[in-house]
């Protein structure tokens, strides 16, 4: 039987204790990315926080089957269906078919989301897979009177519903309406200034990429519309948690609600676990920039994925977390001395079982805690320092990397298989050796590349070749 599980509970605005349909047994959708860009580092901490959050609940015993969708379709630039379809940009940006820009940028987001220990999904979408499905139910919003048509698109009637701003307090909606006032371009088209696209026809975009044919004329859905249906589609019509960031709660997720409900006529889904912003010093990570920081970039900069993963696990998800270069390093120094303690744990004896029972339980209590992943954390540092063998320690390391997917007993393993010999190596080479590879590695922290690189081209000249690897600079003499 699963252990009692808490979360933040966005639709309700408290702690609750997570209740699925079917007892030990959890449907989850999480919205996927708008493939028309590189998803930068604020994109993947989300995945990671919900990774950690399915991976939370199989360690409390659930079974979870998760579906996340390909938005390759319908999104336009602005979350309130105004400006231009990002993925028609993305191709018109990169002279590409928009089919061959959502390839491309499925592929590159993949790559990271699983560098960072990421689970693929049970079930990954595309829209553009689900165009019956979506005008389906479409023609019922219609037919129950939730929809409306007007100038060639088809719209959903907020009017029609008792409480739209479902995840506001009356503050938040009077701030909301406030916004919908002064910030969305007006659509003459709409009844109500909340109002929705369901579906665009050529009215919209006459050069409009990707267009099929509907009762309502040739067009194209509108982007809420693709995760009601997808997830009805894999998973039923009673979802148990939905997963998102925090920007995604209004309109997008609010908009799905309304349809879904309105589509069903019962709660569609009583869980809704959402992600606060990654920062840098400038403000909110986003695409709109100029340069994407991605996980491949930084792995680029000789930083390991899971040190970044690392790195988002001992913040808590709902708290706006601040990135820097400087706070990255430090954190893969603490990864590292970690890894390093992890390689000097013997694999000998018999694991005492009430011990790691033990710290099992406290470990537990942590993840499903509203995701206490610092606390998760801290409990493994607790459990190496345990009075307790080797064997217990690792079996516990092992254990623990069910939910934090650190991947630490195999950089262990990878560290002890790569340690330098360094026996024959002349007493002041070492010397020289290990004071220019420090030097270099100030110079990295300073940003002074110039000097890094030139300290690696002296080493060179030396005879000596050094490498950025996952467990830090590694050298051999050629």
């Known amino acids: 039987m699963a252990e009692k599980f808490y979360f933040y509970n966005s639709l309700t605005r408290k702690v609750d204790e997570f209740v699925p349909n079917e007892s030990g047994k959890v449907s989850m959708y999480t919205c996927g990315p708008t493939v028309y860009h590189f998803a930068h580092i604020g994109n993947i901490r989300t995945y990671i926080m919900q990774d950690a959050l399915i991976k939370a609940l199989e360690y409390a015993g659930y079974e979870v089957k998760r579906v996340m969708n390909i938005t390759d379709v319908g999104h336009l630039s602005s979350d309130a269906d105004t400006g231009e379809d990002k993925m028609l940009a993305g191709a018109k940006r990169e002279h590409k078919s928009v089919m061959e820009i959502a390839k491309f940028y499925t592929d590159a987001f993949f790559k990271d989301f699983e560098a960072v220990g990421n689970k693929k999904p049970d079930v990954i979408e595309p829209a553009t897979n689900c165009i019956p499905e979506f005008i389906h139910m479409i023609e019922v919003l219609l037919e129950k009177g939730y929809a409306y048509q007007a100038g060639g698109n088809v719209y959903f009637d907020t009017s029609k519903l008792d409480d739209y701003y479902v995840f506001s307090s009356a503050i938040e909606k009077e701030q909301l309406e406030v916004g919908v006032r002064d910030d969305v371009e007006e659509d003459v088209n709409k009844k109500n200034k909340t109002d929705f696209v369901l579906w665009f026809t050529k009215s919209k975009f006459e050069d409009q990429a990707l267009k099929w044919d509907s009762p309502w004329g040739v067009g194209y859905p509108g982007w809420h519309i693709e995760c009601s249906c997808i997830s009805m589609k894999h998973l039923g019509d009673k979802l148990d948690i939905h997963c998102g960031g925090v920007d995604n709660m209004f309109p997008h ?22 992600s606060n912003h990654l920062n840098d010093r400038a403000g909110k990570m986003s695409k709109s920039k100029g340069a994407v920081l991605t996980v491949s970039v930084l792995k680029e900069k000789g930083y390991d994925p899971l040190v970044y993963r690392f790195f988002c696990l001992q913040s808590h998800y709902r708290k706006p977390l601040e990135f820097s270069f400087e706070v990255l390093d430090n954190t893969a120094a603490t990864y590292n001395k970690l890894v390093k303690r992890v390689s000097e744990l013997k694999n000998d004896g018999a694991v005492d079982e009430a011990v790691k029972a033990e710290f099992e339980k406290k470990f537990c209590e942590a993840v499903s805690d509203d995701l206490n992943t610092s606390m998760a954390v801290t409990i493994l540092y607790d459990a190496l320092k345990a009075d307790t063998n080797d064997a217990t320690k690792l079996a516990l390391v092992e254990s623990f990397d069910r939910v934090l997917s650190l991947d630490l007993v195999g950089h262990a393993k990878a560290l ?63």
Do not use: M
């Open 253 to 274: 997720h609010t908009n799905e609600i309304a349809q879904s409900e309105s589509y069903l006529g019962h709660k569609w889904c009583g869980y809704w676990f959402h």
């Open 416 to 478: 002890l298989e790569s340690a330098d010999d360094t026996s024959d190596v002349d007493p002041e080479l070492l010397k020289f050796i290990t004071e220019k590879i420090e030097e270099r590695a100030a110079a990295k922290k300073a940003k002074d590349f110039a000097t890094a690189d030139a300290i690696r081209e002296e080493l060179l000249s030396k005879g000596v070749e050094i490498k950025d690897t996952r467990e830090g600079v590694k050298w051999q003499l050629i």
